[in-house]
């Protein structure tokens, strides 16, 4: 993973030239005053643990497992969200680990933390890094230093069984290798969210992930049938049987609680036959209203295919799926339907049948062939387009249907009200039956202090979904981005029963401070 941007650094690419000139055209992006600063440039703080404390540490975990060095703190610091982009690329290391301790088993976590509680040294559980919520920057003030708590060794397939279709996995297995391990025996998970390629298994169940696929599979949490959880207080085994009416479900506690309750250390997942076949093709509305309503009444009455997804005018218009093809897109709104399974002819007659009776326009299976390829480059196009001057970030929310277009009026008018004139666009990527997500992705030029400028418009973002009865996040998460806003959506009383939890499962509160509880 790149230190300053996404992915594989061999698949960065300069916008071409016709690209920037429509950029400065149309926007008035201008390039950078300064290009981004080498790896080695980048100004870290003291490591601030003394000897006696690394030792600990080394002694839990094994000396060679316990890294102090530039590049590892440098790689471990925040997430990539474009602010923790803007800030590596300028050179600001402020919120860098002190040390990265990589653990090979539950005991050693557990054990961690207890080292870590006593010393009052915060712990951040790490996965993949791809955060886009700042859910991987500790608050330092009040402890002796910041450990990034790296799961990369907890990285197996510990078993499969395959009469109940569960398959329990260690939280630092990436997603292409869950994926590998599975279809060796024909399985899959069916989860393929845009960081599919680098994030982990454990990340995604912290921060509650939904994958592209979520009509067809559902999302992450609702994959995870059982869960070990470590904390400095004692070990977490949850999940008996697929459903309980023994109290409150605490599966669903530990779901979405981004390392704030403890260091998740196995994952007992649900999974499905891989699909011998996978289908996705274009479909064209008039408007977005109009795909919408045909999008509910697909969720609402079926069919429902595995893929759905819509574009409004603008997005469409952007034509974002490839570089060169910026602002050659079709009028009216693109959607994307995918099927994937044994009969994948007869899904498709089904919801093609119902898409041409609710108003849409079959355009066949290329661009539904585009969306497949480039279904995981858009991180890349942005690292792209910060390079060439533009900020440009994505966010999300989600509502009932009924409310759902004073949602999207309600974030573009928050946006336009802190930006001036950026360039809005937005797709309904998950559907249910009762509502949807929205996800925004915003390109304005970049002024003097672009992180200042894109934490005004965050703000203004997030009151504005508050007051329009939207949440704060489908499945980004909290991190610290969203956590004043989530304090506003739970109330007071839904506030206090977090601090709670947290108090009692991290007493010393050192397990990733800042984050999540409002």
Known sequence: MSWSGWGDPAQARELPERIRALLRDLLGVRAPDAPAVPLEAVRLPAVALDGPVLDALAAVAGPGHVLTGHEARVRHTRGKSTLDLLRMRAGDGSDAPDAVVLPGSHDEVAELLRVCSEARVAVVPFGGGTSVVGGLAAARAGFAGVVALDLARLDRLRSVDAESMVAEFEPGVRAPEAERLLARRGLTLGHFPQSFEYATLGGFAAARSSGQASAGYGRFDDMVVGLTLATPVGTLDLGRAPKSAAGPDLRQLVLGSEGAFGVITS???????????????????????????????????????????????????????????????????????GYEGDSVAGQRAAVSEALSRLGGECLGPEPGQEWERGRFSAPYLRDSLLAAGATVETLETAGFWSNLPRLYDAVRLALLGALGAPLVMCHISHVYE?????????????????????????????????????????????????????????????VSVLAAVKARLDPAGILNPGVLIP
């Open 267 to 337: 994952l007992r997942l649900r999974v499905r036959r891989a699909p011998a076949e996978r289908r996705y093709e274009g479909w064209r509305f008039a408007s977005f209203a109009a795909g919408s309503a045909a999008m509910r009444a697909l969720a609402q009455e079926g069919p429902l295919p595995a893929v759905l997804r819509l574009s409004d005018e603008t997005e469409t218009m952007a034509g974002l799926a490839k570089p060169e093809a910026i602002g050659s897109g079709d009028s009216g709104c693109l959607m994307i339907a």
């Open 434 to 494: 009762t509502g949807a997500s929205l996800y925004f992705t915003v390109v304005t030029p970049q002024e003097a202090d672009p992180v200042a400028q894109w934490e005004r418009a965050k703000a203004a973002v997030n009151a504005a979904i508050v007051a329009a009865g939207g949440t704060v996040s489908h499945h980004h998460g909290v991190g610290r981005d969203h956590r004043t806003a989530y304090g506003a959506e739970l109330g007071p009383a839904g």
